[in-house]
């Protein structure tokens, strides 16, 4: 039985599920083959990158991913020697995260390939568009979990 009132194509999760897996595609094919890396490692290596010095927790805060998923990229990452881990003096449950030499090579690389790929994605739309997608993705990120029903 098909529901006459119901698109999934203008579905806005769908549709921003589709555009986030059509535009991040190649970008994933270069730190892929690059690195070896998968989604939740790049974006925690850029997170270490950007800020510097974090703990998980304030990366599964800024990244909103979940402690499992950034506990396993960063044993990935320790593991191929892009991350360093140290315990906190005060804290002995808290571990202090940092980027090796070795993985400030590899983000200054995908930096580098994030800023041409994201200019070649926003080339597809004018100026205006532009200002006017960035500005709704970012409301819609700042929208918490609303009572919708």
Do not use: C
């Not at 589709?18 to 690195?35: D, T, V």
């Not at 892009?82 to 030499?101: A, G, I, K, W």
């Not at 100026?127 to 709704?136: D, G, H, K, N, T």
Request: cysteine-free; aromatic content about 10%.
């Amino acid at each position: 039985m098909a529901d006459g009132d119901f698109q999934l194509q203008y579905f806005l999760p769908y549709l921003l599920n589709q555009a986030a897996e059509a535009s991040s595609l190649e970008f994933q094919q270069i730190y892929k083959s690059r690195y070896g890396m998968l989604r939740t490692e790049w974006r925690v290596l850029f997170h270490l990158g950007l800020y510097g010095q974090l703990t998980a927790s304030e990366i599964g805060q800024r990244a909103r991913m979940h402690k499992t998923k950034i506990s396993r990229a960063v044993h990935r990452l320790a593991e191929r020697r892009f991350v360093t881990r140290s315990r906190d003096p005060e804290d002995r449950r808290v571990e202090h995260l940092s980027l090796t030499r070795q993985g400030q090579a590899a983000y200054d690389d995908l930096r580098a390939v994030a800023q041409r790929y994201n200019a070649a994605l926003m080339d597809a739309l004018d100026p205006a568009e532009a200002a006017v997608l960035r500005r709704a993705l970012l409301k819609l990120s700042d929208v918490g979990q609303g009572d919708f029903t």
